[in-house]
């Protein structure tokens, strides 16, 4: 992870233990997709649920480095605000 915004020059070094919390949006995210998937799957197209569960495991695998980000990003949010008068401009 960047250790600072390239916008904003916003530091994304917190103190120990502040992106704990995004683990419980790792979860989240996780269990939408798992019930997305479970409604696709087994609802919709009727495949069997030992089917899904190997599906759903693998494509957690696959995009667990997309949600490990997603989640970091959504709790540093929660916390940070966006100041877009203090941001540097890009092509200056």
Same mark, same amino acid.
């Given at each position: 992870?960047? !250790?600072?915004? $390239?916008?904003?020059? !916003?530091?994304? =070094?917190? !103190?120990?233990?502040?992106?704990?919390?995004?683990?419980?949006?790792?979860?989240? &995210?996780?269990?939408?997709?798992?019930?997305?998937?479970?409604? &696709?799957?087994?609802?919709? &197209?009727?495949?069997? =649920?030992?089917?899904?569960?190997?599906?759903?495991?693998? =494509?957690?695998?696959?995009?667990?480095?997309?949600?490990?980000?997603?989640?970091?990003?959504?709790?540093?949010?929660?916390?940070?605000?966006?100041? $877009?008068?203090?941001?540097?401009?890009?092509?200056?």
């Amino acid at each position: 992870m960047n !250790e600072h915004c $390239p916008h904003c020059d !916003e530091s994304f =070094v917190r !103190e120990t233990g502040f992106y704990y919390g995004a683990m419980y949006i790792s979860y989240g &995210l996780n269990i939408g997709l798992g019930i997305g998937m479970f409604l &696709l799957m087994v609802v919709l &197209l009727d495949i069997d =649920v030992v089917t899904y569960l190997f599906t759903f495991l693998s =494509v957690s695998l696959v995009l667990f480095p997309w949600i490990f980000r997603k989640s970091r990003l959504v709790w540093i949010n929660l916390f940070v605000g966006h100041k $877009p008068d203090t941001a540097k401009k890009i092509n200056s």
